[in-house]
């Protein structure tokens, strides 16, 4: 019998897959859900836990932090930021791969239940008030195979690892309108679609043949992937009823093709963020997340800042007197975090509403607050707005420490995209819920 390495196998799936998509330019503009100050967008980015003494502020004034050197690059635009810090889980004992990040309660003495993270349970209940978008929920994340990934709904879905598969499947359908009748789609693009969407057809046969040839864990993964492939298969039907020839003006340009070295999962995840920054111009998605490495590990190869190990044992776990490999890479994760507010700042809504990020809420959220100690005591959270956006900001940043539930800052994400019916997310147990309080404007 023929083995096959997962890893290789699921990326082989992965080039296959982008290669052969191509959404249509379709889009339901969706407004705000809720009145207020309600962004249009929101974007996770899921990190293993850290050290405490590592991302502390230096000291706090009021709620104003003295960033420290790991955290130091927010100082450039702390006007947007508030860091949170002491939340405590619902389980703090739960550590690796448990579901808690994201889903505000995971594993259960009862068992599993409520195993939906926050951004795909906004993407369903935006999808249940009738507000849709080419790409509901865009997951991207290179080397995320080594343990679970943050991202649940009923069961753990997998992010696209490629650049090259997360661009095809992205903009492949980003094509111009009917040069004849702009107001109706193009019936070339059409076609493309149709045959790329047999395509998938054919190709998802094929991966099925190769079920027999795998592994019990081989083929859980593989299930993921096929589930992938019926979700994508659902978005270019539904996405060819209609359109408008793709979005126009603002910010929306179609980046270049990822070019660099892929192979490198710290450059690849730097090329997702540019795909997440374009998708969100362009109005192909309204909900997005980037998970670095895995709950289990991540491959940090970083030569420009000096910086080769693996994040978990190497760095969390090793040798490593003061944390300074682990700071080293708290401040290079937090630079790209700063990059993506810097970009999102940049780019123009379409309407004039402002920029990107003055209809965008970013959350940087993780799946344990100790990672040293392996405990969910006290997790952390740094989370962007724009101008007049969902959060309350100041000029010299906010520092917020609570003994709330975690949980009630994944409610303040829901909030946030208008979403307030609560039913259904997170622990049945905590009773009435409600966002952190002191956390939106007002």
């Known amino acids: 019998m023929r083995s096959h390495s997962r890893r290789n196998f699921l990326k082989g799936v992965g080039a296959s897959l982008g290669a052969s998509l191509l959404f249509s330019p379709f889009y339901d503009s969706i407004a705000n859900a809720a009145p207020g100050k309600k962004p249009k967008r929101l974007l996770i980015f899921f990190t293993m836990g850290t050290a405490p003494e590592v991302w502390k502020p230096k000291s706090v004034s009021g709620e104003t932090p003295t960033f420290s050197e790991a955290t130091s690059p927010l100082e450039e635009v702390k006007e947007h930021i508030v860091m949170l810090d002491g939340l405590p889980s619902a389980s703090p004992g739960n550590n690796h791969g448990s579901a808690d990040g994201l889903t505000g309660m995971g594993y259960h003495s009862n068992g599993p239940y ?34 679970k990934t943050g991202f649940y709904k009923n069961t753990n879905l997998v992010p696209i690892g490629s650049p090259m598969s997360a661009y095809s499947t992205v ?21 493309r679609l149709r045959r790329r969407k047999s395509i998938l057809d054919n190709l998802k046969g094929e991966i099925t043949t190769l079920k027999g040839n795998l592994g019990q864990e081989q083929q859980f993964k593989l299930d993921l992937h096929l589930e992938s492939l019926r979700q994508i298969e659902n978005r270019l039907a539904g996405s060819m009823t209609g359109g408008t ?25 730097q090329l997702h963020l540019d795909i997440i920054v374009g998708a969100f111009a362009c109005d192909i998605t309204r909900v997005a997340a980037i998970q670095w490495g895995s709950d289990q590990m991540m491959n940090v190869n970083l030569p420009e800042i000096g910086l080769a190990d693996e994040e978990h044992n190497g760095l969390i776990h090793g040798n490593d007197p003061g944390h300074a490999k682990l700071i080293k890479l708290e401040k290079w994760l937090h630079e790209q975090f700063v990059g993506v507010i810097k970009k999102l700042k940049a780019l123009p809504e379409a309407d004039g509403s402002g920029s990107l990020l003055d209809n965008t809420l970013i959350a940087w959220c993780r799946d344990m607050g100790d990672a040293p100690a392996h405990t969910q005591n006290e997790m952390k959270f740094v989370l ?5 956006g969902y959060l309350k900001t100041a000029p010299g940043g906010r520092f917020i420490r609570s003994q709330e539930r975690h949980e009630r800052v994944l409610l303040s994400l829901c909030d946030a995209m208008g979403v307030t019916d609560y039913s259904g997310f997170g622990d049945p147990a905590l009773g009435a819920k409600s966002p952190l309080p002191g956390l939106a404007a007002t």
């Open 384 to 388: 962007a707005s724009g101008t007049g």
């Open 114 to 147: 409520g195993l939906i993270s926050v951004d795909q349970f906004i993407v369903e209940k935006l999808k249940g008030a009738g507000l849709a978008t080419p790409i509901p929920s865009l997951l991207l994340g290179a080397d995320t195979s080594g343990g």
């Open 245 to 269: 020839g793709g979005p126009t003006g603002g910010g929306c340009s179609v980046p270049t093709s990822p070019s660099g070295d892929m192979s490198n999962p710290m450059k690849a995840n």
């Open 171 to 191: 903009f492949s359908g980003v094509t111009p309108s009917n040069p004849t009748n702009p107001d109706q789609p193009d019936p070339a693009a059409e076609a």
